[in-house]
T-cell receptor, first 113, second 112 residues
Framework: GENVEQHPSTLSVQEGDSAVIKCTYS??????FPWYKQELGKRPQLIID?????GEKKDQRIAVTLNKTAKHFSLHITETQPEDSAVYFC????????????FGAGTRLFVKA | DGGITQSPKYLFRKEGQNVTLSCEQN?????MYWYRQDPGQGLRLIYY???????QKGDIAEGYSVSREKKESFPLTVTSAQKNPTAFYLC???????????FGPGTRLTVL
């Protein structure tokens, strides 16, 4: 079935450094790739998303890149701050299997002050 | 954080009992979803519904049931057939299936 792999599972960076989280997907028909941030005990919230007709999207300190040929996409956070500490999930939505959104296993990001 | 609500926040169940988790949204979204989240794992899809009176099984539907009689409501029943039901359950909704999903605050179910 469809699968989304996410790496690393844990990431620790120093405040001000950049963080990169990578995901690969298996369904070549996937066309929508959201990223969610989940703080401890709270609900996941969308931070950025990208559709298959673009290769990169940026929103302030957050950017996402998509390589459809290689079937991978990445989240880039620059100038990290302690409040960026959370679990980040990537996801891919495709047509196979009825328009399901498949989530990665998550990356726990620690930003050290 | 209004728009999509879940109740209760915490739920305790004895083995062999069925329990129903509530999910309501006032966002006028057509699509609704139920996910299960276990510690250290991602979100796994239990059921989803693209329109009223229609729903589809996700990846881990066994032991669960849903209904979608109203656009605003998508309750999930955890039956006694679900062998390991202790988890955090998240409901979500979206305008369509190719758009941002808005999540509810979640229900933490514990089987005693």
């Amino acid at each position: 079935g469809e699968n989304v792999e996410q790496h690393p599972s844990t990431l620790s960076v120093q405040e001000g450094d950049s963080a990169v989280i990578k995901c690969t997907y298996s369904d070549s028909a996937s066309n929508y790739f959201p990223w969610y941030k989940q703080e401890l005990g709270k609900r996941p919230q969308l931070i950025i998303d990208i559709r298959s007709n673009v290769g990169e999207k940026k929103d302030q300190r957050i950017a996402v890149t998509l390589n459809k040929t290689a079937k991978h996409f990445s989240l880039h956070i620059t100038e990290t701050q302690p409040e960026d500490s959370a679990v980040y999930f990537c996801a891919a939505r495709g047509h196979t299997g009825g328009f399901k959104t498949i989530f990665g296993a998550g990356t726990r990001l620690f930003v050290k002050a | 954080d209004g728009g999509i609500t879940q109740s209760p926040k915490y739920l305790f169940r004895k083995e062999g009992q069925n329990v129903t988790l509530s999910c309501e949204q006032n966002l006028n979204h057509d699509a609704m979803y139920w996910y299960r989240q276990d510690p250290g794992q991602g979100l796994r899809l239990i059921y989803y519904s693209q329109i009223v009176n229609d729903f589809q099984k996700g990846d881990i539907a066994e032991g669960y049931s849903v209904s979608r009689e109203k656009k605003e409501s998508f309750p999930l029943t955890v039956t006694s057939a679900q062998k390991n039901p202790t988890a955090f359950y998240l409901c979500a909704s979206s305008v369509g299936t190719n758009n941002e999903q808005f999540f509810g605050p979640g229900t933490r179910l514990t089987v005693l």
